[in-house]
């Protein structure tokens, strides 16, 4: 039953990633976004932790630093990787990856 939360995870991650970087073109609403993913992975498990087994808000909390951390680090590797195939290679990514240009 875990996998409700993680949709909620992931549709605040979608609308997140809207505020983010806007909806200039069509492109942007596809319903894949790496931002989500990850917000899927933190706030799914958290809301999981905290309402389905009956946690305390700090040890959901402190169960779900195991997800935040990869979250993390997935994040700043992926805003690297846009920035460098944006400036590089001319390739934006920003409709999938939900990150705005840096």
Known sequence: MRY???M???IIGYFIS???TGIPQWKYLIPVKIIGFLFAFT???LLYYIIEEKEHFYVGAFRTMKYV???LVLLIVLLEIQTFLFEVKG???EFISGLPKS
């Open 91 to 93: 390739v934006d990514i």
């Open 4 to 6: 409700k939360y993680l």
């Open 69 to 71: 951390i990869p979250a």
């Open 18 to 20: 809207f505020t983010a």
């Open 43 to 45: 706030i799914g498990n």
């Open 8 to 10: 909620t995870g992931y």
